[in-house]
């Protein structure tokens, strides 16, 4: 069995061009230690048919660090030219990978090395007609909670990890189909469904299904061949283009779903959102598509916040030593049903003192994080930052090694535990409450669930012994 990835030669030959002609571009350095990082951690994080969760999750922050060098060579203008301190902000976002993931790679090593007769075996121990009935079950009841979980405050963030048991649900059903070669016209349809729900969302939660379909299709992955290297960049084109014109759009479109309100809420019903998105899309023009290339790589790159707070830190404001994370755990372990007096999540207000911009806030329908890098430095500065990563790095390795283990004893249902627990944390752009907050309450909603719930729902969907023989 294998332990790795196996790269055909010519695959090698072509990523190695692809690092190497990175130097010919302007700030060519970054952009060549960057791919050089992520090539070290994704060859070892990612593993043949083991769960691809923080693969994507180290992908996504990648992307975002690294937009910030393209959008600066797209412009044509200088890495520094918005703030003094771009430069080393890119620079410890990258070394800041290594001490996040580098723990996370030690428990996946931790995993026996598997294969795909196994994944089948373990697959072929769970009844896909049920599982496919539980999914649809979970899809609409989980949809309804979720879409009034703000009308309860001391419940909200238990309502959001609740509602995860439909993406669960997705992935246990999605890798038995694929594993199984059945139902796959029932999953793709889905697939498509939830792509396009997602787009009846203030929040863009259509790139979420995509996350998913991507775990799945990840963990199968043994060879890279390089033909499919070559399908893998054409698509990797067609998402970039994709997000350019969601870019585009984006502002009228919501400005439409909320009725001008200035709320992050939907208002329109999904026939009329789903025409005013078709209706914009046809007013795009070759003007509007390069302005909102540049407005892309803006909205994708996160480096920018934490430049700005480069500049400020220590100069205007010191170094917190640990309040602010402090402030963090405090906040994220209080529950507000012994507070009435926590206040509301902002993560405006934190963004707006250490950068020095003064951003509107969710009061008027916007939420500008700092991102949970930066709250590392201002607590600790350029060395000292990268002590709450590996923790955090240690937290998330551990607990994803528990659950990997102690949800069941089948590997497919706890592949789609792990994935359900840990995959909106994808985003760089974080603020350090969100992270700790959804983890923390994912973490104890599953682990209650894995005691309550997942041995009822193993005990249904388990096929009997006999008929699994037969």
Request: glycine share 4%; net charge positive.
């Amino acid at each position: 069995m294998r332990t790795k990835i196996y790269f055909e030669d010519s695959t090698k030959m072509l990523l190695l061009l692809l690092l190497v002609f990175q130097l010919f571009f302007s700030n060519g350095i970054l952009l060549f230690i960057g791919m050089a990082i992520f090539f070290i951690l994704i060859n070892n994080l990612q593993q043949p048919f083991k769960p691809s969760v923080f693969s994507i999750i180290l992908l996504y922050h990648f992307i975002q660090i690294s937009a910030g060098i393209w959008q600066c060579n797209y412009l044509g203008v200088d890495i520094n030219y918005r703030a003094t301190n771009t430069f080393y902000a890119i620079l410890i976002s990258y070394i800041g990978l290594l001490f996040l993931f580098l723990p996370i790679i030690y428990y996946q090593n931790k995993i026996p090395a598997l294969s795909k007769e196994i994944l089948l075996k373990h697959a072929n121990k769970l009844s896909l007609d049920k599982t496919f009935k539980v999914y649809v079950i979970s899809f609409f009841i989980m949809n309804a909670l979720t879409g009034i979980a703000f009308l309860f405050p001391t419940l909200t963030q238990i309502i959001f990890s609740l509602g995860n048991i439909k993406w669960f649900m997705f992935v246990l059903f999605g890798l038995q189909s694929i594993l199984k070669n059945r139902k796959r016209k029932e999953f793709y349809i889905f697939c498509a469904f939830e792509f396009l729900m997602g787009f009846y969302s203030y929040f863009s939660e259509f790139k979420t299904v995509v996350f998913f379909i991507f775990f799945i299709s990840l963990l199968m992955l043994t060879v890279i061949k390089f033909n499919k290297l070559i399908i893998a960049l054409i698509c990797t084109v067609a998402i970039i283009v994709a997000g350019i014109f969601w870019t585009s759009v984006k502002g009228e479109y919501r400005i439409f779903l909320n009725k001008g309100s200035k709320t992050q809420s939907v208002q329109v019903d999904k026939a009329d959102a789903l025409n005013k998105l078709v209706e914009l899309s046809e007013k795009q023009n070759e003007s509007s598509f390069q302005k909102s290339t540049a407005d892309f790589l803006d909205r994708i790159q996160y480096t920018y916040h934490l430049a700005k707070t480069l500049d400020r830190v220590p100069a205007l404001i010191p170094y917190q030593n640990g309040d602010n994370w402090k402030k963090t755990l405090a906040f994220v372990l209080t529950p507000r049903l012994l507070d009435a007096n926590k206040g509301i999540y902002d993560a405006s207000i934190k963004a707006s003192k250490y950068t020095g911009i003064q951003y509107q806030g969710v009061k008027r329908g916007t939420s500008v994080s700092l991102g949970y890098f930066a709250d590392c430095y201002i607590d600790f500065g350029y060395i000292g930052m990268f002590i709450p990563l590996i923790i955090l790095g240690f937290i998330y390795g551990s607990t994803y090694f528990y659950f990997l283990r102690k949800s069941s004893n089948n590997f497919i249902f706890n592949y789609a535990v792990v994935a359900s627990i840990y995959m909106e944390l994808f985003a760089f752009e974080s603020d350090s409450i969100f992270v700790a907050g959804r983890l923390y309450v994912n973490l104890i909603v599953f682990f209650i669930l894995s005691k309550t719930l997942f041995p009822r729902l193993i005990n249904y969907l388990n096929v009997p012994a006999k008929a699994f023989v037969e």
